[in-house]
T-cell receptor, first 111, second 114 residues
Framework: SQQGEEDPQALSIQEGENATMNCSYK?????LQWYRQNSGRGLVHLIL?????REKHSGRLRVTLDTSKKSSSLLITASRAADTASYFC???????????FGTGTRLQVFP | DGGITQSPKYLFRKEGQNVTLSCEQN?????MYWYRQDPGQGLRLIYY???????QKGDIAEGYSVSREKKESFPLTVTSAQKNPTAFYLC?????????????FGPGTRLTVT
């Protein structure tokens, strides 16, 4: 079962520009997490936002959560070529102990 | 140097053979997970274990088996019953199960079955 859907599927930008990725989900959640995956590698955790939080920052990352719309966004400011990767949201539906991952956004940052 | 190790990085097998993928962690985490990732897709949960000697099926458990005899180890066997086994397999662990905890991922094993 796919809980999260990321949008867009792919995004290409120039270094220095901001990148925004969106995640929509279907059922109520306790927490939403964002992960990054470099090509052919494992995932790396970026940030976790709880259902009672609206916004969270970590370095150049800004995550928002709108539980009324069942959506989240990940903003990467002043992007760098090294930010090139796939980004996934993951949600925990209430009363489950698993994470369900979305389909991901492939970000390409050109130098 | 703490983390999760998966071996081998690449694995090739003939159709009809069972194959076991290794996953070891030294993070002292209770929960461990196996995911499958197909090209351009997200992760799908195969099995997970919340504690030693216990594990539960995920969304796509058919054709796979696991064991959790030690806290550090959670091997995955891809059996000949798995109809389309070629994929990228990722192992992860977390301090406990549930969405409150971030998951730590291994580098993955790419399995090719011909």
């Amino acid at each position: 079962s796919q809980q999260g859907e990321e949008d867009p599927q792919a995004l290409s930008i120039q270094e220095g520009e901001n990148a925004t990725m969106n995640c929509s989900y279907k059922t109520s959640i306790n927490n939403l997490q964002w992960y990054r995956q470099n090509s052919g590698r494992g995932l790396v955790h970026l940030i976790l936002i709880r259902s009672n939080e609206r916004e969270k920052h970590s370095g150049r990352l800004r995550v928002t959560l709108d539980t009324s719309k069942k959506s989240s966004s990940l903003l990467i400011t002043a992007s760098r070529a090294a930010d090139t990767a796939s980004y996934f949201c993951a949600t925990d539906a209430r009363n489950t102990d698993k994470l369900i991952f979305g389909t991901g956004t492939r970000l390409q940052v050109f130098p | 140097d703490g983390g999760i190790t998966q071996s081998p990085k690449y694995l090739f097998r003939k159709e009809g053979q069972n194959v076991t993928l290794s996953c070891e962690q030294n993070l002292n985490h209770d929960a461990m997970y196996w995911y499958r990732q197909d090209p351009g897709q997200g992760l799908r949960l195969i099995y997970y274990s919340q504690i030693v000697n216990d594990f539960q099926k995920g969304d796509i458990a058919e054709g796979y088996s696991v064991s959790r005899e030690k806290k550090e180890s959670f091997p995955l066997t891809v059996t000949s019953a798995q109809k389309n086994p070629t994929a990228f397999y990722l192992c992860a662990s977390s301090p406990s199960s549930g969405g409150t905890y971030e998951q730590y991922f291994g580098p993955g094993t790419r399995l090719t079955v011909t």
